[in-house]
């Protein structure tokens, strides 16, 4: 059996760890007017009769795979997404970014490629970089490491916080392109400390290499939430599933549970893991298992929500919110159930 902590990624401690040092920066709220609880995708400060959201992020460990390969134009792309897809979880439109680039020793040409994917990312999010900082930290940093922060903007009577979820709305997902960039530790452990596998192996039935599938950029799902935020229905909460898997949902409302049956195959990436003795349980807590963001929705909608967003990405059905208080039971891909 392998597990996350295996890997040198102790959850428990890291939740605990966060919790204490928003504890202690809560004092600074009351500078200014705070919309959002902190624990949310997204923060909200007042701004008149609007509201600016911002989140942070990097690209993790899924730097270490960029390095193995020697290719390293894509990961600004994750670096963008990771940061977008939180800000609009709240309802806002991502406006602008600012970028922070650590170097071990600064190298021009990659430094130029990791540029390459923050444009892509950029352009595929309709968003500006405004500005950045790049900082060579020897000591510190072994290789690279790359964060952006993000802002968006939402009219104040459109905030989407999650509060008016209830038993009875639906949720759909939308498919992700991979493990995107939560999970790389386990993943690398189950797959070249366990499985032995390299880079150039290919992935069970998939046409692409180890390395190719670890290293596939993060889906934007910008354009598509964007738009459907200008269409006539109610949207009642947003979920990008990243690290931590469907538990992201519980960041949404506390108050109701959720019960998902209908969670589509997984990518083969995911199996292939799952195949090394990574329990059901752990994967669907820490990977996105095939969905990478979650919109929640009244069930008379559904359909049509459902219909609208497969012009962008492969939109499912998966399930329903209840009454069952900060629980969630889902069925997995191997059919058993298992609950959080």
Known sequence: ????????????????????????????????????????????????????????????????????????????IDCIAMVVNDILC????????????????????????????????????????????????????????????????????????????????????LKSTGIHSNGLSLARKAIFDIAKLSLDDKVLTSENTVGEELLKPTEIYVKAINDLLKKDFEIKGLAHITGGGVNNLKRLNKNVGFEIDNFPQPQDIFKLIHDTGVPIEEMYAVFNMGIGFIIIVKENEADSIVEFLNKYHNAYKIGKVNSNKGKINIKTYTDEIIKY
């Open 1 to 76: 059996m392998v597990l996350y902590s295996d890997s040198g990624v102790d959850i428990s401690l890291e939740e605990k760890t966060v919790s204490n040092i928003a504890s202690i920066l809560k004092s600074t709220l009351k500078n200014q007017e705070i919309i959002t609880e902190s624990g949310h995708f997204a923060a909200l400060v007042k701004l008149g009769n609007n509201a600016i959201a911002m989140s942070t992020d990097g690209v993790g460990s899924k730097i270490l795979i960029a390095e193995m390969m020697k290719k390293y134009d894509t990961v600004g």
């Open 90 to 173: 709240v309802g806002a439109e991502p406006i602008a970014l600012v970028d922070y680039l650590a170097v071990e020793k600064p190298d021009i040409e990659i430094a130029g490629e990791i540029a390459k994917g923050l444009v892509k990312g950029a352009n595929l999010s309709n968003i500006a970089i405004i500005g950045g900082e790049t900082a060579s930290i020897p000591d510190v940093v072994k290789g690279f490491d790359l964060a952006g922060t993000g802002i968006g903007i939402v009219d104040i009577d459109k905030i989407i916080s999650g509060e008016n979820i209830a038993d009875g709305d639906v949720l759909i997902g």
